[in-house]
């Protein structure tokens, strides 16, 4: 790889970090309000709700297509996201 070509990607990667931090500022703020729809719930069978979850990956889909992102992509991001806090509300969960 020429010179050129890596300081060309250098820059690239400050930008990619300076956009994770910005996820993971976004990711918590999706963890508080998880957390305050947790507080919600009465019963552990009440965390996986399917007929959001097809609602949300539909609407990630059309968006994914208006703005020209390949929806596979957003797709397996917003699975992974759903399950992953599924996962955090079960281990979070303090009722009966």
């Known amino acids: 790889m020429s010179p050129h070509k890596r300081k060309k990607l250098s820059k690239i990667r400050s930008e990619l970090d300076k956009l994770d931090n910005t996820l993971i500022k976004v990711i918590k703020k999706r963890t508080l309000l998880v957390n305050k729809v947790l507080a919600l719930k009465d019963k552990k069978n009440q965390i996986v709700d399917q007929r959001r979850i097809n609602l949300i990956l539909k609407n990630i889909k059309k968006k994914s297509i208006q703005n020209k992102i390949d929806p596979k992509i957003t797709n397996r991001i917003w699975k992974n996201m759903i399950w992953s806090y599924i996962d955090y509300e079960k281990r ?5």
Do not use: E, G, R, S
């Open 92 to 96: 979070n969960f303090k009722k009966k």
